[in-house]
């Protein structure tokens, strides 16, 4: 069975720390993906990777980075958190193709207080 | 990159089918066309997906318009536990699958 998990189910930070939020998937996909969901704003692509070590941005970058030293480890840091990066966080991955589909993760619900 | 048009929201009566409509008119000839489905509190789950044919699986049916502008996910019998919100999403070819975007999707309400 396929399989994405997320480090954490429920997260609260104070603003200023550094959050990194983690993602493991087991079905030797090359791509990864980090999107933000808010209401109102559906699902947000903030970065995504198609190989190790690769990224690009994807719509909402401004404020994290990411890391992907092994294929099947995404992490997403928030250098510095603020109150509006509060959200749920959703990790997926896929093989590289549109042919193929994403599979998401349960979502980590980040607050910044 | 194409963007999806679906409705807000949809309501439909336990045990009869369901249409979900979804508008693409910058469809390019490599993208595909997605669905998925998020209950509340999970993550998206996939649902379907489709070319140019149409297509079954043992979730849904995805109808493709003859100029791939338009589809619509097909349940064909609802149930309770099919109220979630649906999003249609193309995702490309190439290494650029990344790149979909996911719009509000359409919330669907199913009456016992």
């Known amino acids: 069975d396929v399989k994405v998990t997320q480090s954490s189910r429920y997260l609260v930070k104070r603003t200023g720390e550094k959050v990194f939020l983690e993602c493991v998937q087991d079905?030797?996909?090359?791509?990864m993906f980090w999107y933000r969901q808010d209401p109102g704003l559906g699902l947000r692509l903030i970065y995504f990777?198609?190989?190790?070590?690769?990224?690009e941005k994807g719509d909402i970058p401004e404020g994290y980075s990411v890391s992907r030293e092994k294929k099947e480890r995404f992490s997403l840091i928030l250098e510095s958190a603020s109150t509006n990066q509060t959200s749920m966080y959703l990790c997926?991955?896929?093989?590289?193709?549109?042919?193929?589909?994403?599979?998401f993760g349960p979502g980590t619900r980040l607050t910044v207080t | 990159d194409a963007k999806t048009t679906q409705p807000n929201s949809m309501e439909s009566n336990e045990e009869e089918p369901v249409h979900l409509p979804c508008n693409h008119s910058?469809?390019?000839?490599?993208?595909?066309i997605h669905w998925y489905r998020q209950l509340p509190s999970q993550g998206p789950e996939y649902v379907i997906h489709?070319?140019?044919s149409n297509v079954n699986n043992r979730m849904a049916s995805l109808a493709i318009a003859e100029d791939r502008k338009s589809s619509t996910l097909i349940l064909h019998r609802a149930t309770l536990r099919d109220a979630a919100v649906y999003y249609c999403?193309?995702?490309?070819?190439?290494?650029?699958?990344?790149?979909?975007?996911f719009g509000d999707g359409t919330t669907l309400t199913v009456k016992p």
């Open positions: 999403i193309l995702r490309g070819y190439n290494t650029n699958a990344g790149k979909s975007t």
């Open positions: 079905m030797d996909h090359e791509n």
């Open positions: 910058t469809i390019s000839g490599t993208d595909y």
């Open positions: 489709g070319l140019t």
């Open positions: 997926a991955s896929s093989l590289t193709s549109g042919r193929q589909e994403q599979y």
């Open positions: 990777s198609y190989d190790v070590k690769m990224k």
